[in-house]
């Protein structure tokens, strides 16, 4: 099964679930990242873009207003939350045609909103609050582009489901 829960304890423990998860991904592909408001999509979001080697964690920050990052210190990252996304108008006005224009790693928060359909290979990240300082991250890689290298590597210790 293409899937993995993972319990973080606090947001180092997030970013550095992201390096590890950002360290094995191969552009292109899309990662969307959905949950709440608040359960650690750009927390994540900085871990993966240090994982891939295009940016410090600390440069990596909400693109709440502006809708799109991009990091390309080396590997390409573009980081899009759609979260203020309202209509399709909104959407075709943020020029995600030169994002997906190139090879890149593109991670999308709030991926619900993402009407088009873009044919690179996808994993699927839901974060959920656990408690105040623990979240479940649940991968789903239904192509098995991830997981079985993520599964590999002797410094991913699942806190879950044995
Ligand atoms: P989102 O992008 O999903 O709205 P953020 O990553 O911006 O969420 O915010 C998550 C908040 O929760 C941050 O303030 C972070 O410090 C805090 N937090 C506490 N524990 C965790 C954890 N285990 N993983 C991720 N974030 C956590
Ligand atoms: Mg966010």
Request: charged residues 25%; aromatic residues 4%; contains cysteine.
């Amino acid at each position: 099964m293409a899937k993995l829960e993972i319990l973080t304890r606090g947001t180092e423990e997030t970013i550095e679930c992201g390096r590890k998860i950002g360290a094995h991904l191969q552009a292109p592909v899309l990662v969307l990242l959905s949950g709440e408001l608040g359960a650690g999509k750009t927390t994540l979001t900085k871990g993966i873009s240090s994982g891939v080697g295009a940016a410090e964690e600390d440069e990596v920050t909400s693109p709440t207003f502006t809708l799109v990052h991009k990091y390309e210190r080396g590997p390409r990252v573009y980081h899009v939350d759609l979260y203020r996304i309202t209509d399709l108008h909104d959407l075709e006005t943020l020029g995600l045609e030169d994002v997906f224009a190139g090879s890149a790693v593109v991670i999308v928060e709030w991926p619900e909103k993402l009407t088009l359909r873009i044919g690179w290979p996808t994993i699927r990240i839901h974060l959920e609050h656990v408690d105040e300082d623990v979240r479940r991250i649940s991968i789903d890689d239904p192509e098995n582009i991830l997981l079985p290298k993520l599964a590999a590597d002797p410094l991913v210790a699942p806190s879950t489901n044995p």
